[in-house]
């Protein structure tokens, strides 16, 4: 006769897991639909708006390569989706050490220069 397993598979199983762990796996899941749904929203169209001395300079997709001179010694960058200020000509340097930015804007006040990144259709930033 052939030799049956003592056991199911399942029952083996079901002992390598405790009610945390269940609980654990399932709070894991829930975080993962959450991340997904927020990386869906976060996919909008976003523009960015980089004005010099109150005045419009540039307006576009944050998602297309651009590197702007606003003037001799102070240039913005936008690369993968992202901003920064490249360079400046002010003291501090506090907009360079920013960095790049995908949702926070960038303002260098001693140039006079803000750069706003929002979703395309909406008036208000991100």
Same mark, same amino acid.
């Given at each position: 006769m052939?030799?049956?397993?003592?056991?199911?598979?399942w029952n $083996?199983? %079901?002992?390598?897991?405790?009610?945390s762990d269940v609980i654990l796996?399932? &709070?894991l899941i829930i975080l993962a639909v959450l991340s997904l749904a927020i990386m869906?929203?976060?996919s909008a169209i976003r523009m960015v708006t980089?004005?010099?001395?109150?005045?419009?300079?540039? $307006?576009? %997709?944050?998602?297309?390569?651009?590197?702007?001179?606003l003037e001799p010694g &102070?240039?913005?960058?936008?690369?993968?989706?992202?901003?920064?200020?490249?360079r400046s000509t002010c003291r501090e340097q506090f907009c360079v050490?920013?960095?790049?930015?995908?949702?926070?804007p960038i303002i260098c006040v001693p140039n006079q220069i803000l750069i706003r990144i929002r979703e395309a259709g909406s008036g208000g930033m991100l």
């Open positions: 052939p030799r049956q397993p003592s056991k199911p598979y $083996q199983i %079901k002992h390598l897991f405790t009610l796996i399932g &709070v869906k929203k976060n980089v004005y010099h001395r109150n005045q419009l300079v540039y $307006q576009d %997709k944050i998602n297309k390569d651009k590197i702007l001179e &102070v240039v913005v960058e936008i690369n993968r989706g992202r901003v920064r200020m490249q050490k920013q960095g790049w930015s995908s949702f926070f």
